[in-house]
C-alpha cells in the first residue's frame, strides 16, 4: 500500500485492526461481512498488525510482551509459550532471546517481537504499517526474508512504504492511496518507481537536485581530539571534525558506530570526557542543550517522539518548545499568546503542514507532516549551523524532496550543515564532504569523485589505501 503521508494509509489500517471504526461501507473478511471494533476482535479473526511505533512495554521481557494480554495469570504458562516462541523463531531463522528486555534490543530486533507476537496470535493476514521506515539496511532485508517466508506459507502481508523500490521488490500488487481514496491497484510486475510516484501525487516529480558551486566560509563547527563514553569505554575517540559555513558535511557510517553519541555530545546531551567542540570559536563542550541552541546551533532528531514533539499537545503549544522563555514568545514571565499563534500558523503555511488549525493535536498528523512542522520550527530560528539526522526517515517521496532542497537552500544562504543518515544515497548527493565514521573514529574522506565501493570498504572499516582484509 502507497501514499503520500496523509493519504490514509494509516487510518485505513487502523480501521481493519478495530483501532478506528468505519463511518460507512462494509469490510468482508474470508468472503464474508465482517464488523472489526476492537483489536481483540481483530486479532480472534486472524489479523495481526504491526505498528509503526511499536505497541511493547520496553521495561517487560521478550517473552512478557509476547504473552502479554493472551494469558490467564499474571503471564501464563511461561515455559510452554517460551518454547512455542522457539519454534516461531525458528521457522524464520532470526533467533532472539526470549529473557532480554525489549528496550534493550535493536529497533530491527523489537520490530520482530512485534511479528512474532502476532504470529504467535496465530495471524494469517500481517499488517506493517510503514515496517522498514527506522530499520538499517540489513534489517530491513531480514524483514523482507519473514515476509516472503510468509506468503510462501499461504498467510497474507499488507505492507505499508514509501519507499517505491521496496513496492517493486516485495509485493505482488499495489494499492495506491490519494487523498483517502483508491487510485489504483495492479499488479507490481512491470511498473516503475516513476509511474509510482506519479500514481501517488498525480503529477511528475523531479528527481534530481542540483547545487549552487560550493563556497564555503570560516569553519563554525570545529571538533578536535573528542573523546565521548558509552556503554563500553570510549565509544567516540580522538575524533575530529569541521563543518564551515555554506556546506553540508555528511556523516557515512554503518548504524551504531558513534553516530548517536557524537550527536548527543554536541547538542550538549552527552558529556564528553576530552577534546573541544567549537561552535564559532567558543568551546561548547558541555555546555547545557537550551544553552547551545540559544546560540544558533540546531538539531532536527531522528526521533521526533521522543526529542522534538509531545504528541498530546496542540501544534501551537508544540511551536513553542524549546523557546518558551524567549522573545518574542515571551516578556517578563509571561507568554505571548498571539505571538506563538502567529509562529504555528507560519510554520503550517510555509511548510506545508497538513492540519486544520494550530490547535490540531500533533498526534493527529501523519509522519510526515510532523517531520515538516520540526523542520519548519527549526528552520525558522535560523540556526547557523543545523544538525540533520536521518531528515527523510518515514518521509514520502515528495517530503523527502522538500526536506532536501531546504538543506541545499539553507546550505546557499551560508549556513552549515552536518548531515547524519543511513542512507547513502542520501549522503551522497546532498553533501559537499563526506567523513566515513567507524568504531567512532573518522577513518578517511570522500568527495564527488570518490567511488561507492571506497565508500563502503571505508564504512567496513578499512582505511582508504589500506588492502581489504580476507576474512575467514
Avoid at 460507512?24 to 480472534?44: H, T
Avoid at 490519494?178 to 509511474?195: A, I, K, L, M, Y
Amino acid at each position: 500500500m502507497l501514499g503520500e503521508n496523509g493519504a490514509g494509509k494509516s487510518t485505513l489500517m487502523n480501521m481493519l485492526y478495530g483501532l478506528l471504526t468505519p463511518d460507512e461501507g462494509q469490510l468482508f473478511w474470508k468472503d464474508q461481512p465482517v464488523s472489526i471494533r476492537s483489536p481483540r476482535r481483530a486479532i480472534s479473526m486472524g489479523i495481526g498488525m504491526v505498528h509503526q511505533h511499536f505497541m511493547h512495554v520496553p521495561q517487560l521481557t521478550v517473552l512478557e510482551n509476547i504473552v502479554l494480554g493472551q494469558e490467564s495469570g499474571l503471564f501464563g504458562d511461561l515455559p510452554s509459550a517460551e518454547r512455542r516462541l522457539f519454534q516461531i523463531a525458528s521457522d524464520f531463522c532470526q533467533p532472539i532471546d526470549p529473557r532480554a528486555l525489549v528496550g534493550s534490543l535493536s529497533v530491527g530486533e523489537q520490530q520482530r517481537v512485534e511479528i512474532y507476537k502476532a504470529l504467535y496470535r496465530h495471524a494469517e493476514l500481517l499488517i506493517l504499517d510503514e515496517a522498514t521506515a527506522m530499520l538499517t539496511p540489513r534489517e530491513a532485508e531480514q524483514l523482507f526474508e519473514i515476509c516472503r517466508t510468509l506468503v510462501a506459507r499461504g498467510k497474507s502481508v499488507i505492507f505499508i512504504t514509501h519507499k517505491l523500490d521496496e513496492v517493486i521488490s516485495l509485493s505482488n500488487r499495489v494499492t495506491v492511496l490519494r487523498h483517502g481514496r483508491n487510485v489504483s491497484t495492479f499488479r507490481t510486475d512491470g511498473t516503475s518507481p516513476n509511474e509510482l510516484a506519479r500514481l501517488m501525487v498525480g503529477r511528475e516529480i523531479p528527481t534530481k537536485i542540483t547545487k549552487s558551486i560550493r563556497r564555503p566560509g570560516p569553519a563554525v563547527l570545529e571538533i578536535t581530539n573528542l573523546d565521548v563514553s558509552g556503554h563500553r569505554t570510549n565509544i567516540i575517540q580522538h575524533l575530529s571534525l569541521s563543518v564551515h559555513a555554506g556546506e553540508i558535511v555528511g556523516i557515512a557510517g554503518v548504524d551504531g558506530n558513534g553516530q548517536t553519541e557524537l550527536v548527543e555530545a554536541i547538542c550538549g546531551l552527552r558529556r564528553i570526557t576530552r577534546g573541544a567542540i567549537l561552535f564559532n570559536g567558543e568551546d561548547i563542550a558541555n555546555f547545557r542543550p537550551a544553552a547551545i541552541l540559544k546560540k544558533g546551533l540546531a538539531c532536527l532528531p531522528a526521533d521526533r517522539h521522543s526529542a522534538a514533539v509531545v504528541e498530546s499537545f496542540s501544534l501551537e503549544q508544540n511551536a513553542l518548545l524549546g523557546f518558551s522563555h524567549t522573545p518574542p514568545f515571551a516578556a517578563h514571565g509571561f507568554i505571548d499568546s498571539a505571538a506563538v499563534l502567529n509562529f504555528a500558523q507560519e510554520i503550517i503555511a510555509q511548510y506545508g503542514v497538513k492540519a486544520d488549525s494550530p490547535a490540531t493535536s500533533m498526534r493527529n498528523l501523519s509522519g510526515g507532516h510532523q517531520q515538516r512542522f520540526v523542520f519548519g520550527r527549526t528552520l525558522r530560528h535560523d540556526p547557523r549551523l543545523l544538525i540533520a539526522v536521518q531528515p527523510t526517515r518515514g518521509l514520502d517521496i515528495v517530503s523527502s524532496d522538500f526536506v532536501r532542497r531546504e538543506l541545499v537552500e539553507l546550505r546557499d544562504a551560508g549556513k552549515g550543515v552536518l548531515l547524519v543518515s543511513m542512507d547513502l544515497d542520501e549522503v551522497l548527493v546532498l553533501s559537499d564532504r563526506v567523513e566515513v565514521i567507524h568504531r567512532g573514529q573518522i577513518i578517511g574522506s570522500a568527495n564527488e569523485h570518490s567511488s561507492r565501493e571506497e565508500i563502503g570498504l571505508m564504512m567496513a572499516g578499512v582505511r582508504p589505501g589500506a588492502p581489504p582484509r580476507l576474512e575467514l
